[in-house]
T-cell receptor, first 117, second 115 residues
């Protein structure tokens, strides 16, 4: 099976712009989660989508949003970019567990490196 | 709320020596616990998980971890470290009672294995 893919791998934007990142999960995985990784804050959970619905949300401002399509592919959008949004954005997918309980591991993509100038 | 602590920013070990990376956690209920490894410019790779049952969990690449409920710890171990084990290691927790797959990660521990 192909792994989780993320596009683009690298992005350079300027403050005030907006950006859209894309994630294709492993075939059959319906849960997609997004994380932000920075040297200062580490790995922080952004949100999770399951069957096109947001199931969990982290503590990020409303400038960060996401969605999931019927084929489980997901996008996240960041509007009005700030310098502090520079980070590695990781997408992860997970297979369904019995009863929907999340005891399965997540499979991570290589990430999108966003630089805001 | 759930949290994970990895008390060591970096661990240095000689090749062939045992490797231990420490992790303690806090959740309101019972945990699912995970270890991931990250190589430069790569995403996270799953190593092992504790769900239930035997407290000693064996995973990929010769790694194992021991779940200790009384000490709320889940330390990662490898009996004989390789130079190729040099990487960034993350411990993560998920509350069993919580819906979904949200993971809370520790700050990461950089492992440097010297030849």
């Amino acid at each position: 099976k192909a792994g989780v893919t993320q596009t683009p791998r690298y992005l350079i934007k300027t403050r005030g712009q907006q950006v859209t990142l894309s994630c294709s999960p492993i075939s059959g995985h319906r849960s997609v989660s997004w994380y932000q990784q920075t040297p200062g804050q580490g790995l922080q959970f952004l949100f999770e989508y399951f069957s096109e619905t947001q199931r969990n949300k982290g503590n990020f401002p409303g400038r960060f949003s996401g969605r999931q399509f019927s084929n489980s592919r997901s996008e996240m959008n960041v509007s009005t970019l700030e310098l502090g949004d520079s980070a590695l954005y990781l997408c992860a997918s997970s297979p369904p567990g019995r009863g929907g309980q999340g005891y399965n591991e997540q499979f991570f993509g290589p990430g999108t490196r966003l630089t805001v100038l | 709320a759930q949290s994970v602590a990895q008390p060591e920013d970096q661990v240095n070990v000689a090749e062939g020596n045992p490797l231990t990376v420490k992790c303690t956690y806090s959740v309101s209920g019972n945990p699912y616990l995970f270890w991931y490894v990250q190589y430069p410019n790569r995403g996270l790779q799953f190593l092992l998980k504790y769900i239930t049952g035997d407290n000693l969990v064996k995973g990929s690449y010769g790694f194992e971890a021991e779940f200790n409920k009384s000490q709320t710890s889940f330390h990662l171990k490898k009996p004989s470290a390789l130079v190729s084990d040099s990487a960034l290691y993350f411990c993560a927790v998920r509350d069993r009672k919580a819906a979904g797959n949200k993971l809370t990660f520790g700050g990461g521990t950089r492992v440097l294995v010297k030849p």
